[in-house]
């Protein structure tokens, strides 16, 4: 089984409402290995790019305005099959019909507020992992906890 690399976005009003730990810890603790991490502020353009999907949607310069109405920390997470591990620890989209337990079902009341942006698949990681680190941003540093963390045949 292939690790693999994803990205995560906390949103603007994960960073205002003082939650960015809250939601770092929820990766930290399922055994998810941190690559890259930055505070970044994003701008119109990139956001076009982002959320190109959504250009049709009458809520898309909304989303994309409060995508800059603060920072947003960005992150990468390795993992085997991280991007799904990722994708089911933050729940769907509307944060009010998120199970508890899931980042959004426990941290949102929003369909746009929703706490976490989280790559939807091999592609769209790769792609969106690129837009936001620069390769040399990334590191590669062998965890201590790695032996603990799989069986010798899952990675
Ligand atoms: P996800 O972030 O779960 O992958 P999408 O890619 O469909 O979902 O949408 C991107 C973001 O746009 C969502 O995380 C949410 O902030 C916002 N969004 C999507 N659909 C809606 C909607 N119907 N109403 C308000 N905001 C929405």
């Known amino acids: 089984m292939a690790k693999e690399r994803t990205l995560?976005?906390?949103?603007p009003g994960t960073v205002q409402r003082g939650l960015i730990g809250n939601v770092i810890n929820r990766f930290e603790r399922k055994g998810l290995h941190l690559?890259?991490?930055k505070l970044m502020q994003l701008t119109d353009e990139v956001l076009s790019e982002h959320y190109a999907h959504l250009a049709e949607k009458p809520f898309f310069q909304r989303v994309k305005n409060s995508m800059m109405a603060?920072?947003?920390?960005?992150?990468?997470?390795?993992?085997?099959?991280?991007i799904e591990v990722v994708r089911t620890?933050?729940?769907?989209t509307n944060g009010r019909a998120a199970a508890p337990g899931t980042i959004r079902g426990d941290f949102s009341m929003s369909f746009?507020?929703?706490?976490?942006?989280?790559?939807d698949g091999p592609e769209t990681?790769?792609?969106e992992i690129k837009r936001f680190f620069k390769p040399e941003e990334l590191l590669d540093w062998g965890s201590c906890a790695h032996g603990f963390?799989?069986?010798n045949d899952e990675c």
């Open 149 to 151: 963390t799989y069986a």
């Open 125 to 127: 990681a790769a792609v």
């Open 35 to 37: 690559c890259g991490m």
């Open 89 to 92: 620890l933050c729940g769907p």
């Open 112 to 119: 746009q507020e929703n706490i976490v942006h989280a790559s």
């Open 70 to 82: 603060a920072p947003v920390v960005a992150m990468c997470w390795e993992g085997v099959d991280a």
């Open 8 to 11: 995560v976005l906390l949103k």
